[in-house]
């Protein structure tokens, strides 16, 4: 069984599109994370989301919008894209640190996202 | 959370031990540091992470210096499935919700 499991893997657009990814956890995990890394291989981290509750907002333009129907799914709907959205979106989950466990993240496998 | 510092790149012979060190100098009596990989473009994973004690687990060995400023991380019998960026992250723990800051890393290249 996959722990972190995200869709679509790879996806590609035109500008001014709007698109989603899709994630999922069956770890029981509390927390939720989207992270992008872009051509020069940096991840950054874009959102977090505590019990369906936005923890983490970092800078990241509007036309970007998590959604968390419950605690094992985290969306992220992208509006209007642009050609440098293009990036690969991780997807991530960790037990709430308060309460149990090390903090640890579990990644997915990312989604690619080539917008043209 | 505190910053780190690593070198950009490291080449280890393959069954060799690679010593991936890490400098957070800056880092807090309540911060953990935490080690992750990214084996080409698949999501990164958790390696081990320590408070203060040296760790050990089936993959590594995470030495800690006394101050904590500094610490290293042991892939003991290194393999070319072992060729990855190596990430040295230091954050707090118990903290609801507290993502993690990834640096550039150290890109370490297993050869045979």
């Known amino acids: 069984d996959t722990a972190v499991s995200q869709t679509p893997k790879y996806l590609v657009t035109q500008m001014g599109n709007d698109k989603s990814i899709k994630c999922e956890q069956n770890?029981?995990?509390?927390?939720m994370y989207w992270y992008k890394q872009d051509s020069k291989k940096f991840l950054k981290i874009m959102f977090s989301?505590?019990?369906?509750?936005?923890?983490i907002n970092e800078t990241v333009p509007n036309r970007f919008s998590p959604k968390s129907p419950d605690k094992a799914h985290l969306n992220l709907h992208i509006n209007s894209l642009e050609l440098g959205d293009s990036a690969v979106y991780f997807c991530?989950?960790?037990?709430?640190?308060?309460?149990?466990?090390?903090?640890?993240?579990?990644f997915g496998e990312g989604s690619r996202l080539t917008v043209l | 959370d505190a910053k780190t510092t690593q070198p950009t790149s490291m080449d280890c012979a393959e069954g060799r031990a690679a010593n991936l060190p890490c400098n957070h100098s800056?880092?807090?009596?309540?911060?953990?540091v935490y080690w992750y990989r990214q084996i080409h473009s698949q999501g990164p994973q958790y390696i081990i992470h320590g408070l203060k004690n040296n760790e050990t687990n089936e993959m590594a060995s995470l030495i800690i210096t006394e101050d904590r400023k500094s610490s290293t991380l042991i892939l003991p019998h290194a393999t070319l499935r072992d060729t990855a960026v190596y990430y040295c992250?230091?954050?707090?723990?118990?903290?609801?919700?507290?993502?993690?800051?990834f640096g550039k890393g150290t890109t370490l290249s297993v050869s045979s």
């Open positions: 989301y505590n019990n369906k509750e936005l923890i």
């Open positions: 770890l029981g995990h509390d927390t």
């Open positions: 800056t880092i807090s009596g309540n911060e953990y």
């Open positions: 992250i230091v954050r707090v723990a118990k903290q609801a919700g507290t993502a993690l800051i």
């Open positions: 991530a989950s960790s037990q709430d640190p308060w309460r149990l466990g090390t903090g640890e993240l579990f």
